[in-house]
């Protein structure tokens, strides 16, 4: 099975990022694993007594995050996803007569799409288990949760990526904020912005260096921080914490709700987050019960007072 024609559409018309590239490509690795073992050759050769034996496979398969047998149901949705995509293209593309066995499969294994933002008392848990010294990790959880960038995203900064800017508030005090641009889905430069606290950590880990390497996260090992390593020590800190394992983009959504429950207008945040519909928005934050709450009371009061 050649996947390469299917990831190089995905990189040259989806404009898909090579993070993105690297996990279809490792996905379908795992299902061409598979099929080789069970004798099949021929794409047409899949049908939906394959699809139902692969699932068998995979939730009996050893699960190295958790060292239990089973993959998470998000781990086999994302590879029937991707098996699923590469189908579709296949089918568009290249054989008209070929079916999507995945089509209007029944399972629970479909993409999970609600809000996963993790909640205040583990983000500080979190926090509070990086070692005082440890200037970068804490400068690097504090800008995901500051920024709403994603692991790619923050893979790309340098240290010159982030301007810090004073601005005057109405009553004379001084605002100091951060403000960075960075490539992103799509290759769409957008801009990011940087609240003072966080700042003041990044300063610190700036500081910190007595390198001279451009790259704004490094290893021990003095190179650029990699996506799997930033994933890897998200990981580590979640073990010192005693918390469950996280995904690092749920920063991502725990960025998305306290905005959105802070009365940030979903325009904005939308722009803030890089996406082109607000539907995608819509599905990475979830409004709490007090921001709820006030929405309908002010309603009501704005209702009786046109009345």
């Not at 898909?16 to 004798?39: E, N, P, V, W």
């Not at 583990?122 to 949760?145: E, M, Q």
């Not at 950590?201 to 996506?227: G, H, M």
């Not at 998305?256 to 939308?270: F, G």
Request: charged share 25%; net charge positive; glycine share 4%.
């Amino acid at each position: 099975m050649d996947f390469e024609p299917f990831l190089k559409f995905l990189a040259n018309q989806r404009a898909c990022s090579l993070q993105t590239i690297r996990a279809y490509r490792s996905d379908l690795k795992m299902f061409h694993k598979f099929a080789k073992d069970k004798g099949i050759r021929r794409i047409n050769q899949v049908d939906h007594s394959v699809i139902t034996a692969y699932i068998g496979h995979m939730q009996q398969e050893l699960n190295l995050r958790s060292a239990q047998i089973g993959l998470s149901d998000s781990t086999i949705a994302r590879r029937l996803a991707a098996l699923s995509s590469y189908f579709d293209f296949l089918c568009a593309i290249e054989d008209a007569n070929l079916r999507n066995p995945l089509k209007g499969r029944r399972n629970r294994w479909k993409k999970n799409d609600k809000p996963k933002p993790i909640d205040d008392l583990t983000v500080d848990r979190l926090l509070a288990h990086i070692a005082s010294s440890n200037f970068r990790d804490r400068a690097l959880f504090k800008l995901f949760l500051s920024t709403g960038l994603r692991v790619s995203e923050m893979y790309q900064l340098d240290r010159d990526s982030i301007a810090i800017q004073t601005e005057m508030k109405s009553n004379g005090d001084e605002l100091i904020l951060g403000r960075g641009e960075v490539i992103g889905k799509g290759k769409k430069r957008r801009t990011f912005y940087v609240d003072s606290e966080t700042l003041t950590d990044f300063a610190l880990y700036v500081a910190s260096r007595t390198d001279n390497q451009e790259a704004l996260f490094l290893s021990e090992r003095k190179q650029r921080l990699s996506v799997r390593a930033i994933q890897c020590t998200l990981e580590t800190l979640c073990v010192k914490a005693g918390v469950a394992h996280i995904n690092v983009h749920r920063f991502r959504h725990t960025y998305a709700t306290r905005l959105a429950n802070a009365n940030m207008s979903t325009i904005v945040l939308k722009d803030l987050m890089g996406h082109e519909s607000f539907n995608t928005t819509l599905k990475y934050f979830k409004l709490n019960d007090t921001t709820m709450a006030r929405g309908y009371h002010a309603a009501m009061e704005f209702q009786r007072g046109d009345s």
